[in-house]
């Protein structure tokens, strides 16, 4: 073989690797858009969502991305902190350093020691918010607690995130609430991010409602505790689901609008519309998480439950291990 042609086939193989090394990007961009994307539901269910911190922990050990959020009450708020960011160690953390009593209550503790206290037009009973003077319409007092503190905390987590579109959040992020006076759901999916969380958390009758954009919000489990529909609806192939409910039930089909047309809290009383959403989403779940917390309840927000619901949150996050690691290959 003469010396110009080992040339020549020399100058062939590096422009034959060049233009191969530059199209590997191209390639393993081609590959990363086409991969099944991932979401996950986080349902409602007070205390209990410190289960959800655990399962978290396993989600992350597994190495399972996450594309998408969607979150419901105690959900909405594991999910809308880490769409931004916060990773289950953090969430552990900010779930058993909390004074849940004072955090849930509005509790100021500078009254806790006088049996009657008043300040800004608000009397408190051993610190405890009881009577608010003034002039307020009857749907503003709707709810024993305001809900301050529980916002503080939030904007204080949220920090530079709280403005932005939730689909620019690291991870793109739903939450869901209710328009307590047309009794219909709502997807929340812009604004402060801190108030789209106590919205979604306001318990009808314990928290008030969150008045925005002309709506007065209240807890997303009304309608739909266990939010799949609205994570498929971001763009999620595959779904993770970790569910807080305890008791299955079965669905209604009565209907008072139907026969009555009366709706409303009546129709949801007599049909339980929620019931039947959350039956149909759990049909379009891939990985269905479901820590058992019979014992446990929405107010079990003293330490040591806590600390033992986020272990029991783990436990059952590993029994799912053989099925998270198949995701994962799935996925590759």
């Known amino acids: 073989m003469t010396r110009s042609r080992t040339n020549t086939l020399r100058t062939y193989g590096v422009v034959f690797m060049t233009l191969l090394m530059l199209s590997l990007p191209a390639v393993v961009t081609a590959q990363l858009k086409h ?64 004074e849940w009593l004072t955090l849930l209550s509005d509790r100021q503790k500078k009254h806790q020691y006088k049996i009657y206290q008043e300040q800004d037009s608000v009397g408190y009973v051993f610190g405890f918010p009881v009577i608010r003077k003034g002039k307020q319409n009857a749907e503003e007092t709707f709810g024993m607690v305001k809900g301050d503190k529980v916002l503080q905390l939030l904007q204080s987590m949220t920090g530079d995130y709280d403005r932005r579109p939730f689909d620019s959040l690291p991870i793109p992020f739903r939450c869901v609430a209710v328009d307590i006076n047309k009794w219909k759901e709502v997807v929340l999916a812009g604004g402060s991010l801190a108030k789209a969380m106590r919205a979604s958390m306001a318990i009808p009758g314990v928290f008030k409602g969150l008045r925005s954009n002309g709506k007065l919000l209240v807890d997303g489990g009304v309608l739909n505790n266990l939010p799949v529909d609205v ?95 198949k995701l994962k290959e799935r996925l590759k």
């Open 35 to 98: 991969r099944p994307k991932v979401g996950l539901v986080l349902g409602g269910g007070g205390a209990k969502g410190a289960a959800e911190v655990g399962v978290l922990k396993v989600i992350e050990e597994a190495g399972i991305p996450i594309d998408y959020i969607a979150g419901t009450s105690i959900g909405s708020i594991v999910g809308g902190l880490y769409a931004i960011g916060y990773r289950a160690e953090q969430l552990d953390s900010m779930f058993t350093s909390q």
């Open 231 to 325: 994570v498929r609806q971001m763009g999620a192939d595959i779904v993770i689901a970790i569910d807080l409910t305890q008791h299955k039930h079965e669905s209604r089909s009565f209907s008072l609008k139907d026969w009555l047309g009366i709706g409303g809290a009546a129709d949801w009383i007599v049909s339980r519309p929620d019931i039947t959403k959350y039956n149909e989403n759990r049909k379009h779940v891939d990985v269905y998480i479901n820590p058992p917390l019979d014992g446990y309840d929405v107010t079990s927000f003293n330490n040591n439950s806590i600390r033992e619901m986020i272990h029991i949150g783990q436990r059952t996050g590993k029994k799912c291990l053989p099925q998270l690691q």
